[in-house]
């Protein structure tokens, strides 16, 4: 199986991530879609943290059904900061793909992908892709592949932000996650 790993905070997981996910898996040929939901990510803060745990219920209930998505759980029970390389590493041994796997990082983290964890390894181990996500320019002294994705101008710190202040954003993620984020109260304000 050709495989597409797609890491983030899932916080919580909306329709952007999910549509992006699908078009870079379609342009470049691959059969299923690996998320991953980070631990700590290293290079931006989480914001409103609900915890890892439910961050991967709503994940899970996002795609639950849907074969061609995964969720693995990897960078959470490895605990601590989560580095790509360390995930990628994994998803060669645990998943066995066909050839590399296409990894997916938004142009607004390009031009910062050199200051990753073993950068260079990651390119290694897996196709470097770059996916649209606010049109940022970017330098990359890296090999890698410009994805021609739609743009959904939806941001987990909005949707966030929306709940806290009871703006409407049920629309903006999916149905089951909005299902979990109000059966939990997740995100509400005190």
Do not use: Q
Not at 19 to 29: C, H, K, P, T, Y
């Amino acid at each position: 199986m050709r495989l597409l790993v797609l890491g983030g905070t899932f916080n919580p997981v909306h329709l952007g991530h999910l549509v992006l996910a699908e078009e870079v898996a379609w342009e470049f040929g691959y059969d299923r879609v690996l998320l991953v939901p980070a631990s700590i990510p290293p290079h931006k803060a989480l914001g409103a943290e609900p915890g890892p745990r439910v961050r991967l219920a709503m994940l899970g209930a996002a795609v639950d059904g849907d074969p061609r998505f995964i969720v693995d759980d990897c960078e959470l029970k490895r605990g601590g900061i989560s580095y790509s390389v360390e995930t990628l590493a994994h998803v060669m041994e645990a998943w066995a793909p066909e050839g590399k796997p296409g990894f997916v990082i938004g142009d607004d983290l390009a031009e910062g992908f050199g200051t990753w964890r073993n950068p260079a390894r990651i390119c290694e181990l897996a196709d470097l892709i770059v996916a649209r996500r606010g049109g940022a320019s970017f330098k990359l002294d890296f090999p890698y592949k410009r994805a021609h994705n739609m743009i959904l101008p939806i941001s987990s710190t909005d949707i966030r932000t929306r709940i806290a202040s009871g703006k409407p954003w049920r629309r903006l993620v999916p149905t089951a996650t909005a299902n979990y984020i109000e059966s939990h109260g997740t995100y509400r304000v005190a």
